[in-house]
């Protein structure tokens, strides 16, 4: 291995700012041993949106001619380390600017490494993760995901953690001398910085992924039309007008067939459908359309299409009508409405236990009242975890159980 | 779309009629023989006597069109684009800065495929502020897929007018057209013309059919979305094979409009005049054919073999007859009226354009490239005398001439 090559699986706005200084520290840290490295971003993605899927790179290699060799292309086409900085991205990746769903494990060569900062257990992730036609290692830091704004970036060491962890995975390029270095000397100046990588360096729980372990889902894909096949004028087709959802009653709208958006999702809303009082606001102000109309008047959102804003459970008048809820705990995009005709007892069993998992209810971005940060950084710099919230202090917390 | 008018339905018979009138009101005939369905205008000279010759058409019941005044150039070639979209016969125009202010839309008109017809009053380019006439201003869209043609007399306008349509608005094409007159010596000069019947146009022209581009609620679809590399380089490839198709399609048009109007040239793409036996050609585009073509009859009369080849087509450009017709000759003067200051040999656009052409030719005649009547300066009979007996010299030699020549400068 001449060059090592890391991509950064992140999410837009969030984690823009955090991917920039892991490839950063990458390349920083490997040149304390004299190697060459450059850090990009893909630029076709949209780091600008609230949760998009968004890649950054980082190669180091020995020589000069070898980074050149492994940068004459517009982005890596394997890596030997797919850093992933939030669990929700292992159940595969749509951005706008690559076609279909990718598995997050698809550019991670054969005994390659994924690393992922997560809370949950290998089985539960391995529900997400797809299958690979070739082994690999699972690795993780136990954080989570460490979530902030455009402009700024949560000082929670999530960056210093998965330079300690790398140095763990590819000792050749990144030594924990250098990673220490040049967290210390250059990049950060901090010592707290330095002793969070030597911990995740010490404590990183790394395991081999068999080629029978994964999600078997057949990502969706589709072919990129050729020049000729296009429609010419810089023109698509408007996605066609919904139908009712059955015996003319209710509305389900047409999608576009050919991007599905839920990838970018990290909480959805849960919703009670006893208590709904049809007032159609989560309808009007979804910004994604992603309500289809019940035959009964109530809402179900659909979540192929949410992206998981949490606009709904802001604007919803009912206490506990809509929650939002960390993606991680779901396994499938399946209508509640159904689940809830079906059973509605079974179903408002099932809400309470999403609603009340304590670990999954933490708020996956956004901060809900002031001083949630500091208090977040004081329990993660331990154990990873986060303060508890549900709902809004303020406004509408007080009406939320955990 | 427009209504029949008593004065309209007077004025239409099977007969031409002859009238004096200026190129843009030519331009203006044309388009109301053309039922012309929306018209934005805003003023700036010489452009601006087209649009006052639509709106006296307009007002005299001969045209029934919308008639948009813009806030300037930019919302004016918006307006006309949007309009085209939703299957409207459209016409705009503007010269030199007005031109360059509209560059936004002008660049985005060619991959939305609207077949826009413009008139560009050829004007030189502020600074200084100028009235005369350069072609750098319609030259400007050279490379983004607006086709570009140059006219010599209110007669051509006229005539370049109604198969501008007919060209731009062919499904194998949809491209916007620029038809450039010099400033001036053709939008103000009032010529005899005739002007066809609204019968024979009808016979020439179909209404223009948007199909599956159309923008209406019938046929729901987005133009325009965000796109990034992984469909750019397929809609530029779309682009260029429009335009590639264009070719065909005018030599179609100009053989329609022989066999309707039993008028029009039979080579579409350049005038050929004196130039079968001649020893230098010299070739330009626009009314600078005038000084040429009386210089070249004084030439030939002391027995100097001079002919001319007039450019009318330079999008798409005429390559292989272009090189047939001037390979020929014993050497080529290209008299540019425009310039591209730090282009090869600091050769005019045009000028470049043919030593490209001549590149894959196994004859290529010696080439001197001439700078002419910038601003709109005369081009006198001196300056092309001038221009021919370096064409000789280049002959004798038998080799290019590296230096461009400026004419009529003071120095």
Known sequence: ?402 | MAVVTPAARAASSEEDKELLISGSEAVAEALALADLDVVTAYPIRPYDTVMQAIAKKISGGQLVAEYIVAEGEHSQFEIVKHASTVGARVFCGSSGVGWMYAMECLVVTPPLRVPMVCLVGNRALDDPGAFGVEHNDALVVRDVGWMLCWVDTAQEALDTTLIAYRVAEDRRVFLPLAISADGAFLTHSQALTMVPPKSKVDRFLPRYDRGDLLLHPDNPITVAPQANEDWVIEIRRQNNEAMARAVTVIEEAYADFRRVFGRGPENPWFEEYMADDADVILVGMGTISLSLKVAIREMRAKGKKVGLVRLRWFRPFPTEKLVASLSRAKAIGIIDRDYSFGSPFGSGVVANEIRAALYNSDRRPPLVSFICGLGGREVTLEDVYKAADMCYAAAAVGKSDSKTHWLGVRE
């Open chain 1, 1 to 402: 291995m001449a060059a090592l090559i890391c991509e950064v699986v992140y999410r837009g706005i969030f984690q823009k700012n955090l991917a920039a200084r892991i490839t950063r520290g990458i390349v920083l840290s490997a040149r304390k041993s004299g190697r060459w490295g450059i850090a990009f971003g893909r630029y076709g993605d949209s780091p600008q949106r609230n949760g998009i899927p968004a890649k950054d790179f980082a190669i180091v290699a020995d020589t000069k001619e070898e980074l050149e060799q492994n940068m004459a292309r517009y982005e890596p086409k394997h890596v030997d380390v797919t850093v992933v900085v939030d669990d929700t991205l292992s159940k595969g990746v749509e951005s706008w600017a690559w076609y279909g769903l990718q598995p997050i494990n698809k550019l991670t060569v054969p005994n390659g490494t994924v690393l992922m900062t997560s809370l949950q257990s290998y089985e539960s992730l391995l529900k997400d993760i797809h299958k690979k036609d070739a082994p690999y290692k699972l690795a993780l830091i136990r954080a989570k995901a460490s979530f902030s704004g455009l402009w700024v970036y949560k000082e929670d060491h999530t960056e210093a953690r998965i330079l300690g962890a790398l140095a763990k995975i590819a000792p050749s390029f990144l030594s924990l001398d250098g990673v220490s270095a040049a967290i210390s000397e250059i990049e950060w100046g901090s010592d707290l910085k330095v002793s969070s990588a030597k911990k995740a360096y010490e404590r990183l729980e790394s395991r081999e992924i068999k080629l029978t372990e994964g999600n078997s889902e057949i990502p969706y894909s589709f072919e990129m039309p050729k020049w000729w096949e296009m429609r010419e004028g810089v023109t698509i087709p408007a996605i066609p007008v919904g139908k009712p959802k059955e015996d003319g009653k209710g509305y389900v709208p047409e999608r576009n067939p050919y991007f599905k958006k839920y990838t970018t999702r990290t909480m959805r809303p849960v919703i009670n459908f006893d208590t709904c009082v049809k007032c159609t606001l989560c309808w009007i102000q979804c910004p994604d359309s992603c309500f289809d109309v019940m035959p009964d008047g109530t809402y179900d959102a659909n979540m192929e299409a949410c992206c998981g804003c949490g606009v709904c459970e802001a604007v919803c008048p009912v206490e506990n009508c809509v929650t939002m809820v960390n993606e991680s705990v779901f396994e499938d995009n399946a209508s509640q409405w159904e689940m809830w005709r079906k059973d509605k007892q079974k179903y408002q069993t099932w809400l309470g236990e999403k609603i009340g998992d304590k670990k999954t209810t933490v708020r996956s971005h956004g901060f809900r009242f002031r001083g949630q940060y500091e208090k977040e950084l004081e329990k993660g710099f331990e154990d990873g975890g986060g303060e508890i919230t549900a709902g809004i202090p303020g406004e509408n917390a007080e009406h939320k159980k955990i």
